[in-house]
């Protein structure tokens, strides 16, 4: 099953912040963060793997909480090339397909 | 280093036709994905693979097979094209469940 994000989207300022968060009903193993740009592929960002190991992107910072089955992504002091559509995909404890979420789309305005 | 390769770019197919996408990676990673991506629906898993002979049904597999015979290549197949498969796909792949996938460039197929 797909997890759930939200916002659907986000319109901000440069220089301010954003959260995004992502949801599962079943028990994860890790959870990835994706960027994509219109009409270009998604690009991995980051992953989160359950024990609180965090792997990727050095300056877009998320949390894993393993018992609520969430995730989070925070963007801050957001610049231009932050706009996008976001993805989180997640890994269940019981199988190895990466499921995604519907996405957030991102725009920061000058 | 190609990374991803998915071909063709674009396809335009009629309803009932049948056709190939290719992808293949150049990394030695072991899992590889197809997803289907139309707006608003995020990225859905069509089927998915964790090595050689090893492949599974993702969230929406019906109309479309695969195989895996070599750790390179993943191809997805068609059977019957019908209007509903219009959408852009992508092939992705990782060295596993702790990292990252690397996505190819994509296909937009239309079905007329």
């Known amino acids: 099953q797909q997890p759930v994000q939200s916002p659907q989207a986000v319109i901000l300022r440069e220089g301010e912040d954003a959260v995004i968060n992502c949801s599962s009903s079943k028990a994860l193993y890790s959870v990835h963060w994706y960027r994509q740009k219109h009409g270009e592929a998604p690009v991995f960002l980051m992953i989160?793997?359950?024990?609180?190991e965090q792997k990727g992107h050095d300056k877009i910072s998320a949390s894993f909480n393993e018992k609520k089955q969430q995730s989070s992504l925070y963007l801050t002091a957001s610049q231009l090339s932050y706009s996008g559509t976001y993805f989180c995909?997640?890994?269940?404890?019981?199988?190895?397909?990466?499921?995604f979420g519907k996405g957030t789309s991102l725009l920061v305005t000058p | 280093n190609a990374g991803v390769t998915q071909t063709p770019k674009f396809q335009v197919l009629k309803t009932g036709q049948s056709m190939t996408l290719q992808c293949a990676q150049d990394?030695?990673?072991?899992?590889m994905s197809w997803y289907r991506q139309d707006p608003g629906m995020g990225l859905r898993l069509i089927h998915y693979?964790?090595?050689?002979?090893?492949?599974d049904q993702g969230e929406v597999p019906n109309g479309y097979n695969v195989s895996r015979s070599t750790t390179e290549d993943f191809p997805l197949r068609l059977l019957s094209a019908a209007p509903s498969q219009t959408s852009v796909y992508f092939c992705?792949?990782?060295?596993?469940?702790?990292?990252?996938?690397?996505f190819g460039s994509g296909t937009r197929l239309t079905v007329v």
């Open positions: 989160l793997l359950k024990g609180g």
């Open positions: 693979s964790v090595g050689a002979g090893i492949t």
């Open positions: 995909g997640a890994y269940s404890n019981s199988g190895y397909a990466l499921n």
């Open positions: 992705a792949s990782s060295y596993g469940a702790d990292y990252g996938y690397t």
């Open positions: 990394m030695n990673h072991e899992y």
